[in-house]
């Protein structure tokens, strides 16, 4: 295998990956989700991953496409073996016109230095997922990919105006284009955004960008309760105000999370002494556009929130907030060395009832517990603290996100709010689907990977777990 | 059949179809687009559409769902014969939650009653092809209606949350819901919009709304030439503007409409006198906002046209103008008594040299033509005036359709911009289209239909023409 893959893609390009290789895994570290694949393969062009697809393909060997790894789902590991196909070297911006608000970067761009060029050229690409460092914009359209601007400015497929993909049995293909309207066709670009890496493989992205907000102005707004913090959020909509972003940390996290708290500013001025006593829940607020609108998005805001309010606090600098609030997943890992994060969605009226009934499912299983997430989008990153090294308290913790996506799903929401299903989550749309609905996306999974080789495991809509191999059946022939 | 099907609906609810009947045309009533339906079905609600839909799958019957027939594309009508499903009696608004911003209406709500719920509730329904009167939110989802405000605000799918629809054989299935983030599933609920009723019957839509903006102000500017008016389009995003509307009248369609061209001001205040002698090309623009925003908006874009504009009027009632607007199909229509439309879309920046080859291929193919559409999506309606009883110009706009969609495919936009393919654009794909993703549209097809009995013929990728009846190959042997 090796030798052959050298022959497509150079020696040099074609990796070992053994036992915590950082290849098998990604940013879950999630037991039971690590890779083992034979290979790791670095092709350095969009034709070159197509003989790459074309190869497996015709060898029957199943390939794992990959991105930054930042992943939260177990979905960019070969958990079948076979070939990883990392797009890390595909980092071509092929083009960027400013004038005309878009951008060709190929899958191993990085979400920042997309972000960054927009900016540069005063323009806006809005998704803004964590780790944008590391992440990789092919990587954000193949899990569709969220974050606290989705709010106002969609997730990531939203801005993806065509996809080039490599199609099995390794046909590079184009979807979409830079028109403005399209209705020629079934909607395949849409099928391929959010479908990780189990339907094709993306090589490069058209965006659309808009005009750069003139200010964004985020705010702090803690209130007492989990009850009232989820009222604020519907205050928020009921008094027609669109902010950019709405997120919220409940008090577990809070109080996780607090040390680390910048330094901000009261309403009055003052500076602000830590995150206030009495501060059961958080909101973290961005409203945005002309700095006109903004500051009268604001002025709403703060009205629309006055009853609730414990406090209310300004950023002396957004960066060391937003940092901050990116600063959450790890530090809610650190506190018992490991956690275990359910990323659901609930229809945003339900997320105060969906959270409450997270804490009683988790304290049944005897875990700690927290959530934090987008609360505009009743989006809750719903999780329990666990001992890396015990494995009842990680079965119990399996058990909990079991509940978690039976209970999204029964409250009409959904068991992947924008994580990605992956290997984690396998089988768990069966909870939230018509049987028609899962048929036909197990039908469209066949129809694009007759063979099954396009990151096996993956996205799957039903789960049949195979005989445990302890178990000898043989005897009872 | 009729006996059987009155016993799912009524007897009542079953017509006949005589030719010429409504529900055998659309609003394009294009020549080989008539429908020849064996019977009509009217449905009370998504349950009788399902035992419909279950009774054609079980005795291989022909099915095309039906809106408010204002399409343009001949997608609404049996051109196979079997059951017209029309789902107008579905009129129900299940949930409207103003606080919420969303609403749940069923497939034959009216478009402008979809927009009218919204606004008295002081929210907003972007979306707003044309007709909406007639027009019903279940048809504009299953072609993913335009219109001018997507150009802000997006095409219908893009305020589309949800869909309840019935697919083959006959089951009621949800996808989608009210969650503000959802990837734990291919992405279903956009293969269903667009898909003219040819992967399953829509039932009912949830959707979700925005506050209304404050105000909306729209403005004519005129161009000399289309030339400079496409310059003028491109001059608005490079001065990164955002208008709710950008659209265009070339001057062909502009010497049509203008003796119907509403009171206007010019900006001293003072009437305009009509269109302004010297214009060849005009802009329908509208910004919209804030009242201080949309003035902002406004003048940067009087500044940004101020080079090229031959004379910029304001509506005195805004209605009267979009109602001009609106008028431009029927009245260039009603100047030889048909046209051919090719509702096609280009790159933003290859409008001018789309627009210009139209010109050359209706020229020489000695027809008179003229083109408007949505200026900022370069999106285009490219349209040539017919006789309805010459056959042999009815030949010659179909021999210029086809040029128009090769060319549309050629420039890298797409054969359909926002009318649909239907019956009259079938095939047509496979010009823009690489040939593994034909294949898959085609698979995709077979995976929810099958027996190809919803709304067959429709949005084909590919096409080939039968062997015409009139010649004999018997001989030949």
Chains 1, 2 share one sequence.
């Not at 540069?120 to 964590?130: I, K, R, T, V």
């Not at 992440?135 to 990919?145: C, D, E, K, M, P």
């Not at 040390?259 to 961005?286: K, N, T």
């Not at 339900?350 to 934090?372: K, N, Q, T, V």
Request: charged share 20%; with cysteine; hydrophobic share 45%.
């Amino acid at each position: 295998m090796h030798r052959e893959l050298s022959r497509l893609v150079g020696a040099e390009h074609v990796l070992e990956a053994p036992p915590g290789s950082p290849y098998n895994q990604d940013a879950a570290r999630r037991r039971g989700a690590e890779g083992r694949a034979d290979a790791v393969v670095l092709p350095a062009s969009a034709a070159e991953v197509a003989a790459v697809v074309a190869w497996c393909y015709a060898h029957d060997v199943a390939l794992t496409a990959r991105g930054g790894g930042t992943g939260l789902a177990g979905g960019a590991v070969a958990t079948q073996g076979g070939v990883v196909c990392s797009l890390e070297r595909l980092r071509g911006v092929r083009e960027l016109e400013p004038a005309l608000w878009r951008m060709l970067p190929e899958a191993g761009v990085s979400t920042r230095h997309v972000q960054r060029l927009a900016r540069e050229n005063g323009l806006f690409f809005g998704p803004d997922p964590g780790a944008s460092e590391q992440s990789q914009i092919g990587g954000n359209v193949a899990t569709n990919a969220g974050g606290p601007h989705a709010l106002k400015y969609g997730v990531t497929g939203a801005w993806v105006t065509g996809l080039e993909a490599v199609l099995a049995p390794g046909e590079l293909v184009e979807v979409g284009g830079w028109a403005g309207k399209d209705v020629a066709g079934y909607d395949l670009k849409s099928l391929l955004i959010g479908s990780e890496g189990t339907l094709g493989v993306i090589t490069a992205v058209r965006l659309r960008l808009l005009p750069a907000p003139e200010a964004a102005l985020p705010l702090v707004v803690f209130q007492g309760t989990r009850a009232e913090g989820c009222d604020a959020i519907g205050e928020v909509f009921a008094a027609g105000l669109r902010p950019s972003v709405l997120d919220f940390l409940d008090g577990d996290t809070l109080a996780i999370v607090a040390g680390a708290y910048p330094q901000m500013r009261e309403r009055s001025g003052a500076p602000a002494a830590g995150v206030p006593a009495g501060a059961g829940f958080a909101l973290i607020v961005e409203v945005d556009g002309t700095r006109a609108e903004a500051e009268a998005q604001r002025e709403g805001m703060l009205e629309a929130l006055a009853d609730t309010a414990v406090a209310v606090h300004e950023p002396l600098d957004a960066v060391a907030l937003w940092r901050w609030r990116d600063g959450v997943n790890p530090a809610v890992t650190s506190v018992r060395g490991a956690k275990v994060s359910g990323d659901v969605a609930f229809p945003r009226e339900r997320l105060l009832e969906g959270l409450e009934r997270f804490d009683e499912i988790a304290a049944r299983h005897g875990l700690r517990s927290c959530a934090w997430g987008h609360g505009g989008e009743g989006n809750a990153h719903a999780t329990v603290l666990v001992d890396p090294a015990s494995d009842e308290e990680l079965d119990a913790a399996d058990a909990v996100s079991d509940e978690l996506y039976k209970l999204a799903a029964a409250l009409g929401g959904s068991v992947a709010g924008e994580h990605g299903v992956g290997w984690i989550k396998r089988g768990m749309l069966e909870s939230q689907w018509d049987g028609r609905a899962v048929e036909l996306h197990e039908q469209i999974k066949r129809v694009f990977d007759p063979k099954g080789l396009l990151n096996p495991g993956k996205k799957l809509a039903r789960y049949a777990a195979p005989p445990s191999p302890s178990i000898s059946t043989k005897g009872t022939a």
